[in-house]
């Protein structure tokens, strides 16, 4: 069993940039694509980003191109988001998923664990 948990969440100004990580324990990380997700209240979870097992490859959401990097260090069992140009719109909780086995994997329910959730909140 994997478990997830996410850090580096907070609040900033339009522009600015952030870090989210996602440190997971077990061993099959190294072994499983992981994605970033995000949530705001009534909305569906939408999809973000996506590497898989060793890094090689990522995938992700039209709205973020260009400016979220997805990367992971396998050695420390960590994925990380980088952020730039925040925007208002992308105040949410941002959630670490696992367990993906598909490059254009996109549907929450593709991903099998789940981390609890920072919040990002990006002031205009």
């Known amino acids: 069993q994997v478990q997830l948990v996410e850090s580096g969440g907070g609040l900033v100004q339009a522009g600015d940039s952030l870090r989210l990580s996602c440190e997971a324990s077990g061993r099959t990380f190294s072994r499983t694509g992981m994605g970033w997700f995000r949530q705001i209240p009534e909305k569906e979870r939408e999809f973000v980003a996506r590497i898989s097992a060793r890094g090689g490859s990522t995938y992700y959401a039209d709205s973020v191109k260009g400016r979220f990097t997805i990367s992971r260090e396998n050695a420390k069992n960590t994925v990380y988001l980088q952020m730039n140009s925040l925007k208002p719109e992308d105040t949410a909780i941002y959630y670490c998923?696992?367990?993906?086995?598909?490059?254009?994997?996109?549907?929450?329910?593709?991903?099998?664990?789940w981390g609890q959730g920072t919040q990002v909140t990006v002031s205009s």
């Open positions: 998923a696992g367990g993906s086995l598909y490059y254009s994997d996109r549907l929450p329910s593709q991903y099998d664990y």
